[in-house]
């Protein structure tokens, strides 16, 4: 080693650390701006009492201005968290997320409430509004269909759990809609494995559709789609039996109409429904028409559904 080779390498070390400093310097300016555990809290202290601090909550819900509406309803719980508002506040400040269409903040604004609050007497409303948040995401049943999920989990907590609440109607029809939609969801992926000749894959689709979502309006169809793939894997019992079960409790249905036409010889390629969708209305959902012989009653399931499970 020379006699400048230590100064060098001091020199080296120094302008590395230099460089490191900076860069983390850098980096912690960064995210002053940034806060990397999502968006921060609104630090802004509003003064005022309970009843100022939710009057004006109240004002600025009927301007539609929900966000700073939120922000008042929150300063109650905050300041006054016990209160008798505290809990009626919180669940404002999720509604008023709701309005802004700020599901998600919404739905972590109700859980908080719900875990402090089991036995609240607003409990089927927190459900009911977080079953609407999830419900306002549903997309259509080409799409995943988790969303879809919670919110019909949310509306049976109502239906079943408070059936006595003015909430308890409007979720079971809700639930039932989204059902139908799950059933869609389904029949999607088993026509798009059809249309790929997978039919093991596309029959085992079918089979969720009859044996989950027996109310459901695809239910002639899942048959039918039965029918045509057993014909595909030349399983010409099966497609019969199935044709039987479609035509026994389907007889008027178009899609029996098909299945005869194909075990008959006069078809023998698979109805082409590439294109179709459905997407859930937004509004009041309608009850589908009942079929009496389908019903799955509360007390177990229906003679559809264990004569299903003995066929297939």
């Known amino acids: 080693m020379t ?20 860069v983390a310097a850098s980096l912690v ?13 609104d630090d802004t202290y509003i003064e005022g009492t309970v009843q100022q601090l939710y009057s004006q909550g109240q004002d600025l819900m009927r ?12 300063e109650v719980d905050r300041q006054h968290p016990y209160s008798t508002w505290a809990a009626r506040s ?4 999720a509604y008023a997320y709701y309005k802004a269409k700020e599901y998600h903040t919404a739905r972590l604004t109700l859980n908080r409430f719900l875990s402090l609050h089991p036995a609240h007497k607003d409990v089927a409303y927190a ?19 988790n969303f879809t999920r919670r919110a019909y989990t949310e509306f049976m907590i109502v239906a079943e759990r408070y059936p006595t609440s003015k909430y308890a109607v409007d979720s079971r029809q809700k639930a039932t809609a989204l059902s139908d939609h799950l059933a869609g969801h389904e029949m999607e992926i088993g026509r798009f494995y059809q249309s ?29 789609r039965m029918t045509e793939s057993y014909i595909a894997l030349g399983l010409r019992n099966e497609a019969r039996r199935t044709a039987a079960v479609l035509g026994h ?12 036409a194909l075990l008959q010889g006069k078809r023998s390629s698979p109805i082409n429904t590439t294109g179709i969708t459905t997407t859930l209305s937004r509004g009041q959902p309608k009850t589908p028409a009942k079929t009496d012989r389908l019903i799955v009653k509360s007390t177990g399931r229906s003679w559809f559904g264990r004569m299903m499970d003995r066929i297939f």
């Open 3 to 22: 006699a400048n080779e230590p100064r060098q390498i001091f020199r080296s070390r120094l302008c590395l650390s230099i460089v490191t400093s900076l």
């Open 29 to 41: 300016s960064g995210c002053s701006n940034l806060d990397i555990f999502g968006p921060k809290a």
């Open 63 to 74: 301007k539609r201005d929900y966000k700073q509406a939120a922000k008042y309803f929150s």
């Open 90 to 93: 919180q669940l404002m400040v």
């Open 127 to 145: 459900h009911y509004l977080k079953a609407l948040s999830y419900f306002e995401e549903v997309r259509d049943t080409k799409r995943d269909q």
């Open 196 to 224: 790929k000749d997978l039919y093991l894959s596309a029959i085992n689709r079918f089979k969720t559709v009859i044996k989950e979502y027996q109310t459901s309006r695809h239910m002639p169809e899942a048959l039918h």
């Open 249 to 260: 409790n389907f007889p008027k249905s178009r899609w029996y109409s098909d299945s005869l």
